[in-house]
């Protein structure tokens, strides 16, 4: 095995490391449930191997429809055993698409890297249920006092930007550089 790794390694670098990070992931996510014997008490917990992720929407969707990020493994059924069993929400429907990642980024040998795939899900609750997102980072607008020192810092940054304003009769000249 070590081998194999090192080779892989002096051929493709970047390409060993992406395995050796996919490796530790899936070992890190797998549950590992103690070896069971004969005459033990019979395991109670189920945990799974999947991880969901609650998204909020870009566009606005009815009230009884949730997204979800779910992994590529996952098939509806298990969705939904997974919600209605372990959570206890009632679900009507379930659609899912596959988000293909995106190759735009570039690492520093300007070798264009693409982020993985991942499945978006659709739930829809069943009647009567709405899920409405919380705003976890309200747009609150601050009033300062006057005389406090949020307006004197902000009086002091205005009088700064004025100073430091390029002069329109001598554009691209530095404004240390006057007669």
Known sequence: MEEIFVCMYEQNPHAACQHFRRS???QLREARYPLYQLGNPQLRVFRTDYFLALVKPAAAVPGNTVQFHIPMEMTKVELRDYLENIYNVPVAAIRTRIQYGS???KDHKNCR???P???VAYVQLAAGQTF???DLFPETEKTTEPGSFEEEQKKLLERERERLKEDVRRPGVPSWFGL
């Open 24 to 26: 530790v992931a899936a």
């Open 103 to 105: 190759r735009s980024k």
């Open 113 to 115: 890297i693409k982020q």
């Open 117 to 119: 795939d991942f499945k």
């Open 132 to 134: 409405q997102f919380p």
